[in-house]
């Protein structure tokens, strides 16, 4: 089974610059025409309430009912971009949004302040996390690290997802500070890493099949293995740079360094052991 476990649909296209087709381009039709073209089983729908969108939960809540075999929700609590973001209560909003969604998981963005881990708000938020049972899907850059690996081993039973290779990026200067981060975070179990995001962390977005990344791809093969590595597309972002199957080759295709049976773990069954599928 193959899952993508980071995609988005929107109701109305989000991003700039503006498409003629804004009511169209982002729906999840739009994504399971793609999924079903290369034999994509499953996509876990990342909400996010961006722009022309505060509805996301409720529109992805709407897919559900029409395609429950195809997805499963990560609804948006108190991301970045809401005006809840680490404002107090964010544990009774994250169990109101679970009990109303019926979450595996949530996706939170996450601006600077990297205090708020350990903060009483920060703690709750993932005290509830773990009593809930939820996956939590998180897109922070490589300076939280070494605070989400203290989180990380203060909940050992809650699967943190860090969004696009963690924010590794090729560009980065030698001795790879931030790349250093990510592979230090391989110590704990329980983080995870979304082998999605090729467009940022090779230097030019559209060069396929970025073998300038594939380094980093090794080494983060190497430090977390064959079953802490998620497949994802970031569809539609990643089509400003490539196609649907190109964000899917990239990893079965070109990391031929991958063995065959963890291809399998990677490109789906990791994500179907931590949704419990
Ligand atoms: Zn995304």
Same mark, same amino acid.
């Given at each position: 089974?193959?899952?993508?476990?980071?995609?988005?649909?929107?109701?109305?296209?989000?991003?700039?610059?503006?498409?003629?087709?804004?009511?169209?381009?982002?729906?999840?039709?739009m994504l399971l025409h793609e999924?079903?073209?290369?034999?994509?089983?499953?996509?876990?729908?990342?909400?996010?309430?961006?722009?022309?969108?505060?509805?996301?939960?409720? #529109?992805?809540? +709407?897919?559900? !009912?029409? @395609?429950?075999?195809?997805? *499963?929700?990560?609804?948006?609590?108190?991301?970045?971009?809401?005006?809840?973001?680490?404002?107090?209560?964010?544990?009774?909003?994250?169990?109101?949004?679970?009990?109303? #969604?019926?979450? +595996?998981?949530? !996706?939170? @963005?996450?601006?600077?302040? *990297?205090?708020?881990?350990?903060?009483?708000?920060?703690?709750?938020?993932f005290e509830k996390t773990a009593e809930l049972n939820l996956v939590s899907s998180l897109a922070l850059g490589t300076a939280w690290l070494p605070a989400l690996r203290k989180l990380a081993r203060h909940f050992?039973?809650?699967?943190?997802?860090?969004?696009?290779?963690?924010?590794?990026?090729?560009?980065?200067?030698?001795?790879?500070?931030?790349?250093?981060?990510?592979?230090?975070?391989?110590?704990?179990?329980?983080i995870h890493i979304k082998l999605s995001g090729f467009q940022y962390v090779s230097e030019v977005a559209w060069e396929y099949p970025y073998s300038d990344a594939m380094w980093i791809v090794r080494k983060l093969y190497e430090y977390y293995g064959p079953e802490r590595l998620c497949w994802a597309s970031?569809?539609?972002?990643?089509?400003?740079a490539s196609t649907y199957q190109h964000s899917l080759e990239a990893v079965r295709t070109h990391c031929s360094f991958i063995a065959e049976k963890d291809m399998d773990l990677i490109l789906g069954g990791n994500m179907a052991r931590l949704l419990e599928l």
């Open positions: 089974m193959i899952i993508d476990c980071h995609a988005h649909a929107w109701d109305y296209w989000p991003y700039k610059p503006e498409v003629p087709d804004p009511k169209n381009r982002g729906t999840v039709e999924m079903d073209a290369v034999g994509v089983d499953k996509a876990v729908l990342v909400c996010a309430r961006i722009e022309h969108n505060p509805n996301n939960n409720d #529109y992805i809540a +709407k897919c559900m !009912t029409k @395609y429950p075999d195809r997805l *499963i929700q990560f609804a948006d609590v108190d991301c970045s971009w809401w005006e809840t973001y680490h404002t107090p209560g964010g544990a009774d909003r994250l169990a109101e949004a679970t009990e109303k #969604y019926n979450l +595996k998981g949530y !996706t939170h @963005y996450l601006k600077g302040d *990297i205090d708020w881990f350990e903060s009483e708000e920060g703690l709750a938020f050992p039973s809650i699967p943190f997802l860090c969004h696009h290779m963690a924010g590794a990026r090729v560009g980065e200067d030698p001795p790879y500070p931030g790349l250093q981060e990510i592979l230090k975070s391989a110590d704990v179990p329980n970031n569809y539609p972002p990643v089509a400003r």
